[in-house]
């Protein structure tokens, strides 16, 4: 076990000051407009950018009131190597989010993606050492954080896509068939949130997916099935807290409120805490011609989609990042755009100027 682990609860920062945007930033930030509204605004945050960008630190320190590790808190940085865990660049996140008075939500304890090269071939090796496995980080990451996050996604994307989807499920199932699941069987799941109430008993433990959003039948179904795996666990009494919602939505698929109220409210009833956790917006395959027009529909998808969850029951509203310069959307060749084009699925610009959506947000969190 590394040094870095031990080191660190050490995260009360006092005396320092906040740090202050470089651009001009309109009068009231995302984070205060959603606080007056009894609501929680945050974003996806990147350590790398952290250290080497004032201009993007002191945006995400005015804008958001809850950060969430993009990378720092995945397994392969986590615990690149099996028994070595590395907590220091999670560390500085932690410390930034102190300085500002951040809460830091963690993201994720299992996932099938971003498992470091050792994790496969171990969890391949039998029932029993995957269970070890999985025990021990979760384990050793949630007695490590227990200090300083108090939200965690237990599991990442867990339900099969339907047909339909963009990367639909090679075979018939609710789950999808990860590591995990070919390892452990379905009960996984249920053992990853048993394991993690009994490290922490006050931890929000979190379930979160993505693909429910629009009205289309195949996240209809992805919600049906998401539903049947919820009430499944409940009725096993799993210990659940709250559902994730990733929310990158796709402008190409159409969006109707009704149908995703129901389906929140249905959670909502359920006793579970609703989060929108990684809001970004990808446009359609065919652009508008100006970028006034393209700004115009993602702001307008955004605050349809916003409404909407926010009637269902949503009380949390994470984006995937802040500018257009970082995302995803633009960064990963998954999701990239195939024509080359400049995404604009985010608050803020490239040069970090805010936007159309921003100001979307601003006035559904007003109310
Ligand atoms: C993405 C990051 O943004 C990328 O930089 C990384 O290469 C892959 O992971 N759903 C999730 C996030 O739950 O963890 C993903 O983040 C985006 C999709």
Not at 13 to 21: D, F, I, K, R, S
Not at 195 to 208: M, S
Not at 269 to 288: I, K, N, Y
């Amino acid at each position: 076990m590394s040094i870095a682990r031990r080191s660190l609860p050490a995260l009360a920062v006092a005396g320092c000051t906040a740090l202050q945007p470089a651009r001009a930033q309109p009068a009231a930030s995302l984070r205060d407009l959603a606080h007056a509204r009894g609501l929680t605004f945050g974003s996806a945050i990147r350590h790398d950018l952290l250290r080497t960008d004032a201009g993007y630190a002191a945006l995400m320190a005015r804008e958001a009131e809850v950060l969430v590790p993009e990378w720092a808190a995945k397994w392969s940085v986590l615990q690149p190597r099996e028994g070595e865990f590395d907590f220091s660049v999670l560390q500085e996140i932690l410390a930034f989010a102190a300085r500002n008075r951040q809460r830091v939500r963690g993201h994720t304890l299992l996932w099938h993606e971003s498992l470091p090269a050792w994790l496969p071939p171990a969890l391949a090796e039998g029932p029993a050492r995957a269970g070890a496995v999985m025990e021990t980080h979760i384990r050793t990451v949630l007695e490590a954080t227990r200090p300083s996050i108090r939200d965690w996604d237990v599991l990442n994307e867990v339900v099969a896509n339907p047909p339909g989807s963009d990367n639909p499920s090679p075979i018939p199932g609710d789950l999808r068939t990860s590591p995990w699941l070919r390892a452990l069987g379905p009960d996984y799941i249920d053992r990853a949130f048993r394991i993690a109430r009994q490290v922490d008993p006050t931890l929000r433990l979190t379930l979160n997916d993505y693909g429910v959003e629009a009205d289309n039948p195949a996240a209809a179904e992805k919600r049906a099935r998401l539903l049947r795996l919820v009430r499944g666990m409940i009725q096993r009494r799993v210990p659940l807290d709250a559902i994730g919602i990733q929310a990158h939505l796709q402008m190409r698929e159409p969006f109707r409120a009704e149908p995703l109220v129901a389906w929140l409210q249905e959670l909502r009833g359920m006793g579970l805490a609703l989060a929108v956790t990684e809001l970004d917006v990808r446009e359609p395959d065919v652009l508008a011609p100006s970028v006034a027009l393209r700004d115009a529909a993602v702001a307008d998808r955004t605050a349809q989609f916003l409404e909407a969850a926010i009637a269902g029951g949503v009380r949390t509203i994470l984006t995937w990042g802040l500018s257009d310069r970082d995302s995803w959307l633009r960064l990963e060749p998954s999701v990239a755009r195939p024509d080359g084009a400049q995404t604009r699925g985010l608050p803020f610009d490239t040069d970090l100027r805010p936007k159309p959506m921003r100001e979307a947000m601003a006035r559904v969190f007003r109310g």
